[in-house]
């Protein structure tokens, strides 16, 4: 619908009717005006599967207040009234996919299914950084990295928006914490803020543009981000130019007039008292009704553009072949960290002994919980899917621990025992999420006891133990030297236990890569002493120094690194080919498959800085990669594209994204550590000079000859010293003071001429900023 169209619906409609607008109907829903036209859409979560509550598309009655207060999102009850979906891996794994293609095919049966409900918005993906393993909500999340994030996060909102769904990427920003998540300040800043924590947003509504966007609960630098705030306001609307529809988290507006004034268009879920509380504020001439216009002019363009779509919908059939997507989703999520001696793939001999451990392959853990968690359509059972594959063999199982981790001798004894009878072990463990309460970050990264102690006892009677672990996060895991595979499965969904036996007896080739660096232990991790702050402020000390990016700058071997993968097959590279023309950057790299298997590779380019820059820098960072599937003895050539930007950092002091001049290294590497092939970039710069305070010192006034010659000219004016004297000798004596320039002139001169000075610098100031 055009513009001047849903401005004259505007302006028919009463200040009551558009404040209503501006919140939802119910939990699920937008408000709907028949007298005016004005349709409502459905929106539902989640983030790797649809979770819709049945009668969510009605509006809800009025309910007494003690009514349904315990609901939590994964109860009986709520399952039970929750419609079946399929569960897609967590974002956690399919991040390690490194697969646009497949995110993008997951997206599209994601929206299908959506519209098979009458789902007109999903309210996902998330996508915010990993900055900590103990925050809960993580395994929802992609990565440590905002490049993997973003575009991944961007590739699924295409699809889901080109079936006519549309998406809304959440939670923005710095929602990197789950205790007292609906009220801590971040305190982060402008650099770290930039490049990490928007990074992977910017990306996402640049390439993707989604409908919709979800402000998160927290507050960064003191600033309500669902309030009034710089980054929604300045940097989402003013910088990026996001003109859709800004939704604040469930429940997150503490005060509606700063919310309306920071361009929080959909306040969700319904709320009365927001909508009374703002048309006083309009009465009382506190606040301009034009924020109010403008709020319903935004949700407007979006509810009618998804009815538009609505209309286009068929008549949908949920895909029928979305669980064998499921599934191959699984197994191209699973990152295969260990396989000594080549133990994997397994071939089972007639006759051979295997050992099945673990409650979790009878019950397999295969994603999170919370407002993701889907009532999945028809989950894999590990033990029944692996049954194919040993059926010449002795099988025997043994539960080793209770559901809820914890393990007893008699249930350790038994599993020790199968294990010592066993010529294979495969044993199922997996890292369980704490329950949904309000202290909700996990408290360690350990598996719990039961298993760990299960883990030790079983590799040490049987050391051909294969582990397969599950989990929405990293796990500290210094067991896994006793083992002879290890193959991190995550919460990849319902098709796990199909995935892993195709992978476990070589049906497919392993080709998850990391997108989390596993540390060795908790407190190596970057955040470990600022992951907490005080009760509701968070500093974020580790700065850009993110996930790998703190690792390689402080040379701390985690467990396994960023970008890490084992496959079955050899992948050898060549023909390394770097083209550039002006700051923009083609690389081509020959990937070949030296094996005798199809697999799939994921190759990786990192960019490192000049090592004379001023600003400090990441050893290297994320900026492309490309997944290729290739036949036995197949060769492609990648092609992968870096711009000015894949070379820059956020100067907070010139507020630009600046490349400063400078030799850079373009490196293909199999993971963050590891590098195979580079070569070396020049970039001219971008860097606008910076402005000088007037506390300088000699070094940043001398920073450009022009400068140097003013200052010269200024010694003169002041009469310092003669015409004569005003030479490069004389600045250069000065240059080994540490003083600033003004306080060294005071206390050699004798002489007053504070505002002279001051004048100089803005002088100064004005003639290098004209230049640039
Ligand atoms: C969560 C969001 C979710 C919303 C609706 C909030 O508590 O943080 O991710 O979309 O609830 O369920």
Not at 235 to 262: F, H, T
Not at 308 to 316: C, I, T
């Amino acid at each position: 619908m055009k513009m001047e169209q849903i401005q004259s619906i505007i302006e028919k409609m009463t200040l009551r009717e558009k404040l209503f607008l501006c919140t939802g109907d119910g939990s699920w829903k937008t408000k709907e005006y028949e007298h005016l036209g004005i349709p409502s859409v459905i929106m539902s979560d989640g983030t790797n599967g649809v979770r819709f509550q049945k009668g969510s598309e009605q509006s809800p009655g009025e309910r007494p207040f003690s009514e349904g207060l315990g609901d939590k999102f994964d109860d009986e009850g709520a399952m039970q009234r929750t419609y079946k979906a399929t569960c897609f891996p967590s974002g956690s794994a399919i991040a390690c996919s490194w697969d646009r293609d497949l995110i993008k095919r997951i997206g599209r049966d994601i929206a299908k299914e959506c519209k098979a409900l009458g789902i007109n918005m999903l309210l996902g993906p998330g996508m915010n950084i990993r900055r900590h393993p103990l925050t809960a909500r993580n395994f929802e999340y992609y990565s440590e990295d905002p490049v993997l994030s973003g575009e991944m996060a961007a590739a699924i909102v295409q699809a889901i928006q080109s079936e006519g769904v549309g998406s809304c990427i959440k939670h923005f920003a710095c929602h990197n914490s789950d205790t007292r998540r609906t009220r801590v300040n971040v305190r982060v800043s402008e650099r770290a803020l930039r490049e990490i924590y928007l990074a992977g947003f910017e990306r996402a509504v640049k390439k993707a543009a989604p409908v919709s966007l979800m402000t998160a609960y927290n507050q960064i630098n003191g600033e309500e981000v669902s309030g009034e705030s710089r980054v929604v306001r300045d940097i989402l609307r003013q910088e990026w130019d996001y003109n859709g529809m800004v939704v604040c988290d469930w429940g997150a507006v503490k005060d509606p007039v700063a919310a309306s004034r920071g361009t929080i268009d959909l306040q969700m879920p319904l709320s009365k008292g927001s909508a009374s509380y703002l048309e006083e504020a309009v009465k009382q001439g506190e606040l301009d009704e034009r924020l109010i216009d403008q709020r319903c002019a935004r949700i407007l363009e979006q509810v009618f553009k998804l009815k538009e779509w609505e209309a286009s919908w068929k008549k949908e059939e949920v895909p029928s072949d979305s669980h064998a997507l499921a599934a191959e989703a699984a197994g191209d999520s699973m990152v295969l960290l260990r396989n000594e001696d080549h133990i994997l793939p397994l071939q089972p001999q007639k006759g051979e002994r295997y050992a099945i451990i673990g409650d979790m392959a009878k019950n397999p853990l295969y994603q999170g919980t919370g407002c993701a968690i889907v009532n999945a359509r028809q989950v894999d059972i590990p033990l029944e899917c692996m049954q194919k594959y040993l059926a010449d063999c002795q099988v025997t199982y043994a539960r080793g621990y209770e559901s809820d981790g914890s393990s007893s001798e008699a249930l350790l004894k038994e599993a020790e025992t199968a294990a010592a009878q066993a010529d294979k072990v495969l044993l199922f463990v997996g890292s369980l999420l704490p329950p949904e309460d309000d202290d909700f970050n996990r408290k360690d990264i350990r598996l719990p006891q039961g298993m760990q102690e299960l883990v030790e006892r079983v590799t040490a009677v049987n050391r051909n133990c294969v582990v397969v672990l599950a989990g929405g996060e990293v796990c500290e895991m210094p067991w896994r030297h006793q083992t002879a595979a290890l193959l991190l499965t995550w919460f990849t969904g319902e098709g796990m236990g199909q995935a892993v036996g195709e992978i476990l007896f070589g049906e497919k080739s392993p080709s998850g890569r990391l997108a989390a660096t596993i540390p060795e232990r908790l407190c190596d991790t970057p955040a470990y002493l600022s992951f907490d702050g005080n009760i509701y402020d968070i500093p974020y000390a580790d700065d850009i120094y993110v996930g790998y990016r703190y690792y390689t700058k402080r040379h701390i071997e985690p467990a396994y690194p960023f970008g890490y993968g084992l496959s079955y097959v050899p992948f050898v590279y060549g023909n390394l080919v770097v083209k550039q023309k002006g700051a923009d950057v083609t690389v081509c790299v020959d990937v070949t498959n030296g094996g005798e298997m199809e697999a799939a590779e994921v190759v990786q380019l990192y960019v490192a800085p000049p090592a004379e820059g001023a600003l400090p820098r990441p050893v290297r960072e994320l900026k492309a990669f490309e997944k290729v599937k290739l036949a036995p003895g197949e060769t492609k050539t990648v092609t992968l594209e870096l711009t000015q930007r894949d070379f820059a950092a956020y100067d907070p002091e010139v507020k630009a994204w600046v490349v400063e001049k400078g030799s850079y290294s373009v490196e293909i590497a199999r993971s963050c550590q590891d590098m195979i092939l580079h070569q070396a970039v020049e970039q001219e710069g971008t860097c606008p000079p910076r402005p000088l305070r007037y506390d300088c010192g000699f070094h940043e006034l001398f920073q450009t000859p022009e400068a140097k010659k003013m200052f010269l000219e200024f010694l003169v004016e002041q009469g310092l010293v003669a015409q004569d004297q005003a030479n490069e000798a004389l600045a250069d004596k000065m240059t080994w003071s540490f003083w600033p320039v003004w306080n060294f002139l005071d206390m050699n001169s004798g002489k007053v001429f504070y505002q002279a000075y001051r004048d100089f610098i803005d002088r100064v100031n004005t003639r290098i900023t004209a230049k640039s």
